[in-house]
């Protein structure tokens, strides 16, 4: 019971709480008023909460104070002696840093994955060979969906332990059209486009060029699926450049603020710059706003084309890709100076 009514303590958003309130994380007819009263007593004699002076007590016996002062940093003592308790007992390559500073709850969910995990680097070790998720996920905890569908791969990352189990992660293909004309030089340079219309309006052009893929995003998928480019096109040793061309709306650029942060990708310039000397269209008014990922977008633009990316989203306009023509398309591709 008082680790039910403490978890509560800790989720409980505000600074105090009536002891109403405290009496509702409890079943009724589960304890009686003097089991209770005791154990909030003893939260009292602990410091975890302090009476409201106040708001008084009632006059039942043992007596209550009517409102109490939450005091957070009592009630995690414990939550963080547990964790300096189990850093002691877990393989010394789980890292437990990240619970002191998340809720207790995360920890008790996460807490019997952690034992299983231990038992699987204390009897194995970490992995020598690359396997698929699922694949890994089975001898981990049992449970072949854990890692990709259940937050498992969070939780790795957590305790700093993805990339040293070697997991190959699932994902779908990634879409692209090769260039084999440029693929030993040094420098590769990739052009990812969002839409299906700009990737068939380019892909016949992508020989005439020195990029060495032409890349379908497919919206949102981009940001998984780009995870299998070194397995796809295994050429070691080079340097690789990567350019996004997305529709210039919320949705294109928060996609290009993602994958950014996944691998670093610039803007393809040409091709945005030639899309604000078109009219914008209506529509597009109902999509995610995120202003980090708007700012961050603009810092590759003038002043001039910045106010005008700014004024086409607040008056909930947009440009598609498909503002410019295939023609046009395939002339910037070929005759732009690509740095």
């Not at 409890?26 to 708001?55: C, H, P, R, W």
């Not at 061309?245 to 603020?257: H, K, P, T, Y």
């Not at 610039?266 to 030639?274: I, R, T, V």
């Amino acid at each position: 019971m008082r680790d039910i009514v403490i978890q509560a303590l800790l989720n409980y958003t505000k600074k105090t709480i009536t002891i109403e309130e405290i009496e509702t994380f409890i079943l009724a007819n589960t304890i009686s008023y003097q089991e209770f009263a005791e154990l909030i007593l003893d939260l009292e004699k602990e410091g975890v909460v302090e009476m409201v002076k106040i708001k008084g007590r009632n006059t039942r016996t043992p007596s209550l104070a009517y409102s109490y002062r939450i005091h957070k940093h009592m009630l995690k003592r414990d939550y963080h002696d547990e964790l300096k308790q189990y850093r002691l007992q877990l393989h010394p390559t789980i890292y437990l840093d990240a619970y002191f500073g998340i809720k207790p709850s995360q920890w008790k969910k996460d807490l019997p994955y952690l034992l299983f995990i231990h038992n699987y680097l204390e009897t194995k070790g970490l992995p020598e060979y690359e396997v698929p998720a699922p694949e890994r996920s089975v001898e981990l905890v049992g449970d072949e969906k854990w890692i990709t569908d259940q937050q498992g791969k969070e939780l790795l990352e957590r305790i700093r332990l993805w990339s040293k189990l070697k997991i190959i992660p699932v994902s779908d293909p990634l879409m692209f059209a090769v260039n084999p004309a440029v693929l030993s030089k040094q420098l590769q340079k990739h052009l990812i486009v969002e839409n299906k219309t700009t990737y068939q309006a380019l892909v016949d052009t992508l020989p005439k060029t020195d990029f060495s893929t032409l890349i379908y995003g497919s919206g949102n998928k981009i940001i998984k699926s780009i995870e299998q480019f070194e397995r796809q096109l295994p050429i070691p040793n080079r340097n690789h450049i990567f350019y996004y061309f997305g529709d210039i709306d919320r949705s294109g650029i928060f996609i290009w603020q993602r994958l950014n942060e996944k691998k670093p990708t610039q803007p393809a310039m040409p091709f945005y710059s030639a899309c604000l000397d078109k009219p914008s269209l209506k529509g597009k008014t109902n999509q995610r706003m995120d202003e980090s990922a708007i700012d961050t977008f603009l810092t590759f633009f003038s002043e001039d084309e910045k106010q005008t990316i700014q004024s086409v989203l607040n008056k909930g306009h947009y440009y598609p890709q498909e503002v410019l023509k295939t023609n046009e398309l395939q002339q910037i591709w070929r005759h732009s100076e690509w740095n």
